[in-house]
Nanobody, 122 residues
Framework: VQLVESGGGLVQPGGSLRLSCAAS????????FGWFRQAPGKEREAVSC????????TYAKSVKGRFTTSRDNAKNTVYLQMNSLKSEDTAVYYC????????????????WGQGTQVTVSS
């Protein structure tokens, strides 16, 4: 089982990035996927979650209206489109898979990626 994030990098405030999470070794269809982030000196926080069928999504208040999560089960990939990025979005971003429905509780997630760094700075 493996989750691999990509797409992070350095971007100016107001810019955009799209993160990808490629999954292998398990059936994507039966898992919801969450995106989490952790900034230096802060606890990991939930950013978004997408249901197994991709119909239901949830977002943290801080990113609602700016971030969009989606999934392509045929490609075994989940995405996080991040627009209007702010300096406070700087963090390591992780994707995680959960066999049950979406939740903000990171301890319930079954599989985790290694993370990708997003830095928003001028």
């Amino acid at each position: 089982v493996q989750l691999v994030e990509s797409g992070g990098g350095l971007v100016q405030p107001g810019g955009s990035l799209r993160l990808s999470c490629a999954a292998s070794g398990f059936t994507l269809d039966y898992h919801a996927f969450g995106w989490f982030r952790q900034a230096p000196g802060k606890e990991r926080e939930a950013v978004s979650c997408i249901s197994t069928d991709g119909i239901s999504t949830t977002y943290a208040k801080s990113v609602k209206g700016r971030f969009t999560t989606s999934r392509d089960n045929a490609k075994n990939t989940v995405y996080l489109q991040m627009n209007s990025l702010k300096s406070e979005d700087t963090a390591v971003y992780y994707c995680a898979a959960i066999i049950v429905g979406c939740t903000d509780d990171d301890e319930l997630f079954d599989y985790w990626g290694q993370g990708t760094q997003v830095t928003v700075s001028s």
